[in-house]
T-cell receptor, first 113, second 111 residues
Framework: DVKVTQSSRYLVKRTGEKVFLECVQD?????MFWYRQDPGLGLRLIYF???????EKGDIPEGYSVSREKKERFSLILESASTNQTSMYLC????????????FGPGTRLTVT | QKEVEQDPGPLSVPEGAIVSLNCTYS??????FMWYRQYSRKGPELLMY????GNKEDGRFTAQVDKSSKYISLFIRDSQPSDSATYLC???????????FGQGTRLTINP
């Protein structure tokens, strides 16, 4: 069974804090993705990575950075959290040949106060 | 204009009804069309996908793609309370690795 795990289900941070969200997958997938999900806006891609140390900006990369030092782990970093980054963050992974089938983690509900 | 448009609902129907969920899109380069299902407090999971045009059936679920109208549909027959979830359409260009999602439609099946 494919498993994508995220470090926290719920997180509360203060404005200006540096925030790390961690994602680990156990299927040896090359591709990994970070999305945020907001009511009425659906899933929006923040960053994705198609290999270790490789990354590409998605549709809304501003205010975020990522790190992929190992194939199974993809981290999302909020350099200086702001209230408009309060959201549900979802990590996903896939094989390049089956990129239409992404496997998602359970999500991290981040609240920035 | 968003690349993919989906009515967010909510949609509430009685058990046993036929449900129709739809998305429209603007990018004619899309070739893969997916439907993901997301239960409350869970991540989305792939329900079914279609490559290019046509229909695909899987049990009670049927996916249709009409590329001439840039319109895709998901039909659920004999709907069950366990089908209550948010349904997200997603699309991609062949080989692009990225998916573009609709806003999701929240569906409730009432016993």
């Amino acid at each position: 069974d494919v498993k994508v795990t995220q470090s926290s289900r719920y997180l509360v941070k203060r404005t200006g804090e540096k925030v790390f969200l961690e994602c680990v997958q156990d299927m040896d997938h090359e591709n990994m993705f970070w999305y945020r999900q907001d009511p009425g806006l659906g899933l929006r891609l923040i960053y994705f990575s198609y290999d270790v140390k490789m990354k590409e900006k998605g549709d809304i990369p501003e205010g975020y950075s990522v790190s992929r030092e190992k194939k199974e782990r993809f981290s999302l970093i909020l350099e200086s959290a702001s209230t408009n980054q309060t959201s549900m963050y979802l990590c996903a992974s896939s094989f390049p040949r089956d990129y239409h089938e992404q496997y998602f983690g359970p999500g991290t509900r981040l609240t920035v106060t | 204009q968003k690349e993919v448009e989906q009515d967010p609902g909510p949609l509430s129907v009685p058990e046993g009804a036929i449900v129709s969920l739809n998305c429209t899109y603007s990018n004619s380069a899309f070739q893969y069309f997916m439907w993901y299902r997301q239960y409350s407090r869970k991540g989305p999971e792939l329900l079914m996908y279609t490559y290019s045009s046509g229909n695909k059936e899987d049990g009670r679920f049927t996916a249709q793609v009409d590329k001439s109208s840039k319109y895709i549909s998901l039909f659920i027959r004999d709907s069950q309370p366990s089908d209550s979830a948010t349904y997200l359409c997603a699309m991609s260009i062949n080989g692009a690795q990225k998916l573009v999602f609709g806003q999701g439609t929240r569906l409730t099946i009432n016993p």
